[in-house]
């Protein structure tokens, strides 16, 4: 893909990581904590994932943070539908 291929990748890198960090921004400003694993997941993904390969580090650990966002999402309507 050469240079174009750097400046798409990098584009969708920092799309990716805006929205988690604005994700993250909005969950702690909630004192929601359980959407803590998540926010933690978003900050390795900031610090570490950006070393590494694109489709390892970055596209692996946005497939985790979905999985979690899911686990929470189905745990919060589990416990609302418990009351």
Do not use: H
């Not at 990748?9 to 359980?34: D, H, P, W």
């Not at 959407?35 to 994932?49: C, H, N, R, S, T």
């Not at 979905?66 to 539908?81: C, E, P, Q, W």
């Amino acid at each position: 893909m050469g240079w174009a291929g750097v400046a798409l990748i990098s584009a969708c890198t920092g799309l990716i990581l805006g929205v988690l960090t604005r994700q993250s921004y909005f969950y702690m400003e909630s004192k929601n904590f359980i959407y803590l694993p998540l926010v933690l997941v978003a900050y390795k993904m900031a610090v570490m994932d950006v070393l590494g390969f694109f489709q390892t580090n970055i596209l692996g650990s946005l497939s985790i943070y979905i999985g979690f966002r899911v686990t929470v999402a189905t745990l919060l309507f589990m416990l609302k539908g418990a009351r």
